[in-house]
Every structure is written in C-alpha cells, then in structure tokens.
C-alpha cells in the first residue's frame, strides 16, 4: 500500500513538473515578446521627429501588442493554477467533458509540437463522475500521450464519451494508426507500471477496439 502511494506521488509530482515547464515556457515567451515591444517603444521615444519617429498610432500598436501578450501569460497563469488547485481535494463531482477541455487547453502546446490535430465531439447529455480530478487530468494526459505516439496519416484524434449513463466513458479514436503497431494491437500503449497504478487508483480500466482504431478509459458500471 505505501509503494502504491509513493508511486503515485512520484507520478503526480511528474506531471505537474511536466505541465509547469511547458506552462513557465510559454509565459517566458510572452515575456519576451513584451520586453521586446517595451524596448522598442523606449528607442522609438528616444528618436528625433522623422518618418521613424514614435508616432500615435505606432505607439497604440505597440501597446496592442503588449497587451496581447500580457493576457496570453494571464491565460497560462490562470490553467497552471487550476492544475494546482485541482490537487487540493480527494474526491470531486466533476463533468467529465469539462476535464478533457482543460487538460486539451493545458497541453496545447505540447500536442502542437507533435503535429497532431485534437477535436472534442459534445456528449448527448453531462457525463459526471466523483474522483481525484488530479490523477484523472493525469490519466487523460497519458491517453492523449499514448494516442498521439501511434496516431499516423492525417494524424487528427477524436475524442468522444460513450452514450450509457451508468458506464461512463472517454473514447479517444486515431484516423489510423502506424504500421508497426497494427499487428501487436496496440498492447504496449498502457504497459507502464504507473499507467496501472493510476487506473487502479482511479477505478477505471481501458478498453481497445482495434477495428476502430480506438481506445476508451471507462468507469465501473453504475448500480
């Protein structure tokens, strides 16, 4: 029992060092945009009265700018510290659909980097669940990372939650997969240890449907 608790704290301490570097990258960014801007607005003002010169409407565009970048960092400010708040309770009642957007929004940029497109179809009606939503963002992020690593072709996943109320669910379904992995039925995708211990934790298991090239996340059936 300890060694399942000590791994999962080693796996959510790695996930959030994981969204927080990503989180920190693209604040620093927009940071440095912004010096950039103020840097010129600084030359601008220094400059004698020419073509060149700081004019109104180059100072408002200036500003424009500054101001977009300084609500991109509010953004990001905003997700990492929702991510640091959702480790606050055990348990929560939470829209399952509102969970997959977040983490989506938290990890855009690092689904970007790989070149892979992500839509999200509405379920027919609220999915809740009562869990730990850290380790369910934690999963999902692990769902995404499994399904982005054999996503091939167009390399577009859809994310969709199943229609029974009483099993709730989360499909996520790749146009194809690559090659090689068609014939092991994608067996090694959830084969790490903390892959388990996060399912077992969660209380839900995974289903594959290699005909669809898809895979769900599901929760015991409701009684």
């Known amino acids: 029992m300890a060694k399942n608790k000590d791994m999962l704290t080693d796996i959510g301490i790695q996930f959030f060092s994981q969204m927080s570097a990503s989180a920190t990258h693209e604040i620093k960014n927009a940071l440095a945009i912004i010096n950039e801007n103020a840097g010129l607005l600084g030359d601008l003002s220094m400059m004698p009265q020419n073509e060149h010169s700081l004019t109104p409407k180059r100072a408002n565009d200036i500003a424009q700018k500054v101001a977009k970048h300084v609500q991109r960092a509010d953004l990001v400010l905003k997700k990492l510290n929702w991510l640091s708040h959702s480790a606050d309770q055990v ?4 829209d399952l659909e509102e969970i997959v957007c977040f983490v989506l929004d938290l990890t855009s940029r690092l689904v970007e980097q790989q070149g892979v ?3 999200v179809t509405p379920p027919e009606s609220p999915v809740i669940v009562d869990t730990n939503i850290f380790y369910l963002e934690n999963m999902i992020w692990k769902a995404i990372e499994a399904a982005c690593s054999v996503v091939a072709g167009e390399k577009k996943i859809i994310i969709s939650f199943g229609n029974d109320v009483t099993i709730p669910s989360i499909w996520f379904s790749m146009s194809t997969i690559k090659d090689d992995l068609k014939n092991n039925s994608m067996e090694d995708m959830f084969g790490s240890k903390e892959v ?6 969660l209380g839900i298991s995974i289903e594959k449907n290699i005909e669809n090239n898809s895979f769900g996340l599901l929760w015991p059936k409701r009684i």
């Open 117 to 119: 497109i992500i839509e």
């Open 196 to 201: 388990f211990a996060l399912l077992a934790y």
């Open 91 to 94: 348990t929560q009642i939470e």
